[in-house]
């Protein structure tokens, strides 16, 4: 028996025959996948993206509402000088006969000054209320105009797309110290806080007492978040035109008593508070 070997003769040198054994070449085996296996390996990676995708939202979001802080800050530190220079905050609200719109625009305007080169002598000669003034006040905030914003175009958040950050000062003679109306519509979305009752839900939380109170009694910086939107928000059902469509959409709790899903609300707007 040769138990499944082959005799082989072969030439050798010299002329001679010699008998060889050997083994039968094993079968080739094949290196492609199968169906089956390319799709484990998919599922594979699907599961691992699905686990890996909300941790690296997460941490992406994270940074850009440091930035935003950062920026907040940095405005924060121009106002504080601004004062300093020239005794009072910003005006926020719309003026007639001074920057049109207030809010973000007029904090654009007066931190960078007319024409983006800051205020007094060598710039405009005058101040930024009334008289003149013999001395030269640089901007007290750089705004990137890479997006074409322009003076009036506020200054933006790091959240894409780039979103105005508001700004109201205190003002305590008026019938709200921190009036919703100081800022316009935001010219790039669109939208703001939905009405008084809405922006008072997040600058006049209650207290200890659980009395409604201001967070501040001097000024304001809010950006509305990585939900791009003002306020508090949830995901309820959008009725449409018409009967109910049942969709679900994330939309702007209108006013603090006829919203019945008000308490579900949740808010992600930074400010100096």
Do not use: H
Request: charged share 15%.
């Amino acid at each position: 028996m040769n138990f499944g070997r082959q005799r082989v003769k072969d030439e050798v040198r010299g002329g001679t025959e010699q008998d060889r054994f050997e083994w039968p070449a094993p079968p080739t085996a094949s290196l492609a996948f199968t169906l089956v296996e390319l799709l484990v390996v998919m599922g594979i990676i699907g599961l691992l993206v699905s686990l890996l995708l909300p941790a690296v939202n997460q941490a992406i979001t994270s940074v850009r509402t440091i930035s935003t802080k950062n920026t907040i800050n940095s405005i924060a530190s121009g106002l504080e000088t601004f004062k300093s220079d020239w005794g009072q905050y910003p005006d926020s609200a719309p003026s007639t006969t001074g920057i049109q719109g207030g809010g973000f625009a007029a904090l654009s305007y007066y931190l960078m000054g007319p024409n983006g080169l800051g205020w007094g002598k060598g710039y405009s000669n005058t101040g930024p209320f009334t008289g003149t003034t013999t001395v030269q006040y640089g901007p007290y905030f750089e705004q990137d105009n890479s997006a074409g914003m322009g003076v009036l175009g506020g200054i933006l958040d790091s959240f894409p797309p780039g979103r105005a950050i508001f700004y109201y000062r205190f003002s305590p003679g008026k019938q709200y110290p921190f009036d919703v109306t100081d800022n316009g519509t935001d010219p790039n979305a669109s939208a703001s806080y939905y009405n008084q009752a809405a922006f008072e839900r997040v600058v006049k939380p209650p207290d200890f007492n659980g009395l409604p109170r201001w967070v501040r009694d001097d000024y304001l910086l809010i950006s509305c978040g990585a939900d791009r939107y003002w306020g508090y928000v949830f995901l309820g059902t959008d009725p449409g035109p018409g009967p109910s469509t049942g969709f679900q959409t994330l939309r702007p709790v209108i006013t603090s008593t006829p919203d019945s899903d008000k308490d579900n609300a949740t808010c992600d707007d930074i400010g100096n508070f």
